[in-house]
């Protein structure tokens, strides 16, 4: 059949979308999941403080509505985000860096427990770059936010290593991956960031903690850096790692920041002129990521965060491949015949 999944299937393609429960129980939104993608991963069900909003509360009942979605539809599931800043609970950031070292093993541990039949790829550190790197990323720059850099400087290295551990202990397949925004392509604005985290990278994988590496690729219509995305994905080739596409999602552009990949929704500028110039730029985007990624062997999943306009994290950016109405966009026919 003509569907994004059935196609993906063929190529040995994972092709994926964010979930978030809030929209579950509309029969449509599930349904247009089950049969458009092989994978899925959760919007914010995952994270630390979703799973531990209390130092004493473990609360699976979200994340597990999604990962038992995947397995009753014969998706693979991604789960996302063992260790990240920006999803951690307040008890979290209040304790003593040596309490929050034994914290972020604990969790570790018991989300690897519980989940370990049903997750198949792990984002163990996520967004841990500055975005700041004068010098070109030789001396990679970690992000300061005080909870998990400085107070566990060597956080990346020891969620990796707990989560290599626990999950080597379970004999089942397992791929462990770092996941950051800014660093797709090596070239461009985004060159510092991204040789930044290839040389941190490299360090985890002499250690052989890690086996592939996110993009996140919040962009938009004006992306103009995908040689650089192809070039990065044959670097990490060379190391004998995985390149997955986690986040894509391409917003329209605004001529003011031509290339900048989006930060956070907070920072995004509205678009003026969204029509079929915009949809036809953002289709073509969307079908030059989905060329270089079948084309590069290492290159294993394209997954975008969410897959209608409806709901999108991004406010008036109309970033995905379904309009607010659920209908097919232009982008979705480019991959259909990227297919
Ligand atoms: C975002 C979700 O889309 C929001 O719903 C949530 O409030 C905040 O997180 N980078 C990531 C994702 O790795 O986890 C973020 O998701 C988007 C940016």
């Known amino acids: 059949a003509g569907t994004l999944r059935a196609l993906a299937d063929n190529r040995k393609l994972y092709i994926g979308s964010a979930i978030n429960t809030a929209h579950m129980n509309n029969g449509q939104y599930t349904s247009i999941l089950a049969e458009q993608y092989n994978m899925a991963v959760a919007e914010w069900e995952c994270k630390h403080t979703a799973i531990a909003p209390n130092a004493n509360t473990i609360n699976w009942n979200l ?37 929050k070292r ?10 690897i427990d519980h989940y370990v039949d ?19 990323g030789q001396t990679p720059r970690y992000r300061s936010d005080g909870a998990l850099y400085p107070a566990i400087p060597d956080w990346v290295s020891h969620t990796f290593h707990v989560a290599s551990r626990a999950l080597s202990a379970k004999n089942k397949p397992f791929k462990l991956y770092y996941n950051d925004y ?9 060159r510092g960031k991204s040789n930044a985290m290839y040389n941190m990278v490299r360090g985890l994988q002499r250690d052989g903690v890690i086996d592939g590496v996110g993009f996140q690729l919040h962009i938009n219509t004006y992306y103009d850096l995908v040689d650089g995305v192809r070039k990065n994905i044959q670097r990490y080739g060379e190391l004998g790692l995985e390149v997955q596409f986690t986040e894509l999602d391409v917003g329209c552009g605004e001529w003011r920041a031509p290339t900048g990949e989006m930060v956070g929704g907070d920072r995004w500028v509205p678009c003026a002129d969204w029509g079929d110039a915009q949809a036809s730029r953002q289709a073509s ?5 989905m060329a270089v990624c079948l084309d590069e062997p290492n290159c294993t999943a394209y997954v975008m965060w969410g897959f209608t306009d409806r709901h999108t994290w991004l406010t008036n950016s109309r970033p995905l491949l379904y309009d607010e109405n659920y209908n097919k966009k232009p982008a979705w026919w480019a991959l259909r015949d990227m297919l």
């Open 118 to 136: 049903r997750v198949l790829w792990w984002d163990v550190a996520n967004e841990a770059m500055d975005d700041n790197q004068p010098d070109g």
């Open 102 to 111: 034994n914290a972020l093993t604990s969790f570790t541990e018991r989300v």
């Open 63 to 99: 994340c597990d509505r999604i990962a038992d979605f995947c397995q009753d539809n014969g998706m693979g599931f991604r789960y996302h985000a063992l260790a990240w800043y920006f999803s951690l609970p307040g008890w979290f950031k209040g304790l003593n860096p040596n309490d």
């Open 285 to 289: 985007v969307y079908s030059a990521l």
């Open 182 to 190: 800014g660093v797709a392509s090596m070239d461009g604005w985004s």
